[in-house]
């Protein structure tokens, strides 16, 4: 069993910035991938951004290329989401997922556990 919370979600304005942890405990958290999802009212729940086992490889959807950062300190068990120049069409509530074969796939299906999320809104 893997135990993943989020925190670091909140009110901005347009073009402010968060930094979303994800701490995880239980079993040993660098066997897992790590990957955020979002989901807004009224849509499905969407990729953003993951990051493979020892944080080698990463991978971000293209509306947040650029402006997102997926990191992670597997010493702190925790994976981290650098969220830079926001826009309203981020506001969600943000989820992080651990995944055991490291393929940071896109489908949330995949993905063995998950956290409860945290609330991002940005005002324009």
């Known amino acids: 069993q893997v135990q993943l919370v989020e925190s670091g979600g909140g009110l901005v304005q347009a073009g402010g910035s968060l930094r979303l942890s994800c701490a995880a405990s239980?079993?040993?958290?660098?066997?897992?991938?790590v990957g955020w999802f979002r989901q807004a009212p009224g849509k499905e729940r969407e990729f953003v951004a993951g990051i493979s086992r020892g944080g080698r490889r990463t991978y971000y959807v293209d509306s947040v290329k650029g402006r997102f950062t997926i990191s992670r300190d597997n010493t702190k068990n925790t994976v981290y989401l650098r969220m830079n120049s926001l826009k309203p069409e981020d506001t969600a509530v943000y989820y992080c997922a651990a995944d055991s074969a490291d393929s940071l796939t896109t489908m949330p299906g995949e993905y063995n556990y998950w956290g409860q999320g945290t609330q991002v809104t940005v005002s324009s």
């Open positions: 239980g079993r040993t958290f660098s066997a897992y991938a």
